[in-house]
Nanobody, 126 residues
Framework: QVQLVESGGGLVQAGGSLRLSCAAS????????LGWFRQALGKEREFVAAISWSGGSLVYADSVKGRFTISRDNAKNTVYLQMNSLKPEDTAVYYCAATPAEINQVYSERHYYDYWGQGTQVAVSS
């Protein structure tokens, strides 16, 4: 089992920045891919960004490309999501997800992920 705890959410004005963190604990000794998803009120949970164990494979949703950056520190078992130029449409609960994977493997589909955090709220005011 892997436990994931997100932090760093909050309220920010449009154009501002936030950095989300997700700390993993438990059976973290094997390679695993990490992803960020978000769910706005009344909408389906959607993919935001994902990163492989090696950090060499990255995938972003078109809606966040050029504004968000995903990164990870395997020594700290932590993944980050740097969010710049935030827009009101970025308002959502952001979830971290993990799944065992080959070191360069990365996934953008929800069903591949075995473990999920509890989410952290991001609100962007106009």
């Amino acid at each position: 089992q892997v436990q994931l705890v997100e932090s760093g959410g909050g309220l920010v004005q449009a154009g501002g920045s936030l950095r989300l963190s997700c700390a993993a604990s438990g059976r973290t000794f094997r390679p695993y891919a990490l992803g960020w998803f978000r769910q706005a009120l009344g909408k389906e949970r959607e993919f935001v960004a994902a990163i492989s164990w090696s950090g060499g494979s990255l995938v972003y949703a078109d809606s966040v490309k050029g504004r968000f950056t995903i990164s990870r520190d395997n020594a700290k078992n932590t993944v980050y999501l740097q969010m710049n130029s935030l827009k009101p449409e970025d308002t959502a609960v952001y979830y971290c997800a993990a799944t065992p994977a080959e070191i360069n493997q990365v996934y953008s589909e929800r069903h591949y992920y075995d473990y999920w955090g509890q989410g952290t709220q991001v609100a962007v005011s106009s």
